[in-house]
Nanobody, 123 residues
Framework: QAQLVESGGGLVQAGASLRLSCAAS????????MGWFRQAPGKEREFVAA????????TYGDSLKGRFTISRDYAKNTVYLQMFSLKPEDTAVYYC????????????????WGQGTQVTVSS
């Protein structure tokens, strides 16, 4: 099993940047794809980004590519979500996720989830 712990959330103003981190432990880190999702109050969970186990393939949710960048650090067993030009509509709880099969992450059905970290963007 994999354990995922997010960090880096907080309150920022519109236009700011923020980097979320997700530290993984348990199952060997380099054997699974990882991703980020978000859920705003009253809305369904939304796919944000995914990165393959090798780090060579990335996928982004509609309209997020260009403002958000996913990356991973194998030495630190950590995946990052760098967010630029944040907007109030980016306000949500951001969840880290992992699965041995990348398509499960992209389709929103990963096996492992973190507890989430709140991101609030003020106007």
């Amino acid at each position: 099993q994999a354990q995922l712990v997010e960090s880096g959330g907080g309150l920022v103003q519109a236009g700011a940047s923020l980097r979320l981190s997700c530290a993984a432990s348990g199952r060997p880190y380099d054997t699974y794809a990882m991703g980020w999702f978000r859920q705003a109050p009253g809305k369904e969970r939304e796919f944000v980004a995914a990165i393959s186990w090798s780090g060579t393939s990335t996928t982004y949710g509609d309209s997020l590519k260009g403002r958000f960048t996913i990356s991973r650090d194998y030495a630190k067993n950590t995946v990052y979500l760098q967010m630029f030009s944040l907007k109030p509509e980016d306000t949500a709880v951001y969840y880290c996720a992992a699965d041995g099969i990348e398509s499960r992450v992209v389709r929103g059905r990963p096996t492992y989830w973190g507890q989430g970290t709140q991101v609030t963007v003020s106007s």
